[in-house]
Every structure is written in C-alpha cells, then in structure tokens.
T-cell receptor, first 115, second 113 residues
Framework: AQTVTQSQPEMSVQEAETVTLSCTYD???????LFWYKQPPSRQMILVIR??????QNATENRFSVNFQKAAKSFSLKISDSQLGDAAMYFC????????????FGKGTHLIIQP | DTEVTQTPKHLVMGMTNKKSLKCEQH?????MYWYKQKAKKPPELMFV???????INESVPSRFSPECPNSSLLNLHLHALQPEDSALYLC????????????FGQGTRLTVV
C-alpha cells in the first residue's frame, strides 16, 4: 500500500515571501502521479499542481512549483510571492498510474499567511 | 461547466433517520468518487463508480449505500448512522478511471445526533 507523509502540520509565512511544504511518499510502483491540493475554508479541494512520475522535469504553475526527487521519494511544493489567498490546508496526494483507485492523501499542512 | 455540485451543503440527522447526499456533474465524466473527511484529517476514499458501475468499495459499512442512477448523478444513501459518521463527505469526478485529474465538489457537512 502507498503512504503519503506530510511532516509539517502547520507553516507560517509572511506575505510576498516564499514557503516550501514537504511531502514524502512510499510506493513500490514505477508508474504514478503526485498532486498538491489546496483546501480553503470553503472546503472544496482545488488542484494546485501535478507531477507525472515518468517526467524528470519539475512541474510549475505560475507561483507554484515542485521539487520532485524520485529516488528520495520526495515531492515538495514551493509557493513564491505568497498571497493572503494562499492560506489553506495543503494536501499532498498520490495516485497509482495503473488505474484510478482514487487518491491517497497525506495528513495536510495548514498554511498561514501573515500580512 | 467544470463544476461538481453537491447537495445539501449541510445536513443534521438523527441516528434513526434515512437521508441521501447528492452529487451532480455535467462534464461528461464517467468516473465518480465518494470520500469521507473527518475534522482535521485527510479525505479517505469510500467508493468509486466507473461507467455507472461500482468498481471500488473500501470496506465501507452497509449503513452507507451508494447509487449511480446515470452518468451525471451520484447518490449516497444514509441509514442508521452513528455519531462517529459525522464528517465532510466529498464527491469527485474524472473523465474516466484512468484520467489523471479529479474535480471535487464542496462537500456535504454531515452531523449525526
């Protein structure tokens, strides 16, 4: 079974600064996908960024980028120029590439943005 | 339309009640999912429907009964729930089971009294 670990229950960053959220995972599969989801108080899970395991290049979406270290099974999220609207729970998630058995989520990191 | 719509947004029910949660999408997605999220915990997969057929049931108690009457609609029928079943119930959909991206609804906050 796959496991996803987020070791930071809470992180705080000043507005406009950069913050990195950590995620490690454990799997014996070679084909899989990794995601960062954001869950604001509105409760809806919003996809922030995704990474295909077969791609060596780190994914980037505007102010969000990942550092994907496949050998180390590490998948961190960097948020640049943090904004107040970035405040939310951030979940790292894993999905097997061999068929959609749903997502396995880490426990989440609560990100606080200090104005 | 990239929305997954869940109703109701909030629900309070007694342990002897029968209620249903509804999830609807009009994106032509053929895979739909129910997740349960307890307070301050990550979502946990409950059920997966693929082409209106139940393909995964993650050992969920029978007091939760899913139904997929058509490709746009997913229901979760609730009966004889326990207070520990109080949680946020999230619905998601994807184009099919092999699609990478899943779209989530805003969830139904369920309280069992």
């Amino acid at each position: 079974a796959q496991t996803v670990t987020q070791s930071q229950p809470e992180m705080s960053v000043q507005e406009a600064e950069t913050v990195t959220l950590s995620c490690t995972y454990d799997t014996s599969e070679s084909d899989y996908y990794l995601f960062w989801y954001k869950q604001p108080p509105s409760r809806q899970m919003i996809l922030v960024i995704r990474q295909e395991a077969y791609k060596q290049q780190n994914a980037t979406e505007n102010r969000f980028s990942v550092n994907f270290q496949k050998a180390a099974k590490s998948f961190s999220l960097k948020i640049s120029d943090s904004q107040l609207g970035d405040a939310a729970m951030y979940f790292c998630a894993y999905r097997s590439g061999g068929g959609a058995d749903g997502l396995t989520f880490g426990k989440g990191t609560h990100l606080i943005i200090q104005p | 339309d990239t929305e997954v719509t869940q109703t109701p947004k909030h629900l309070v029910m007694g342990m002897t009640n029968k209620k249903s949660l509804k999830c609807e999408q009009h994106m032509g997605h053929r895979a739909m999912y129910w997740y349960k999220q307890k307070a301050k915990k990550p979502p946990e997969l409950m059920f997966v429907y693929s082409y209106e057929k139940l393909s995964i049931n993650e050992s969920v108690p029978s007091r939760f009964s899913p139904e997929c009457p058509n490709s746009s609609l997913l229901n979760l029928h609730l009966h004889a729930l326990q207070p520990e079943d109080s949680a946020l119930y999230l619905c998601a959909s994807s184009f099919d089971r092999d699609s990478i991206e899943a779209f989530f609804g805003q969830g139904t906050r369920l309280t069992v009294v």
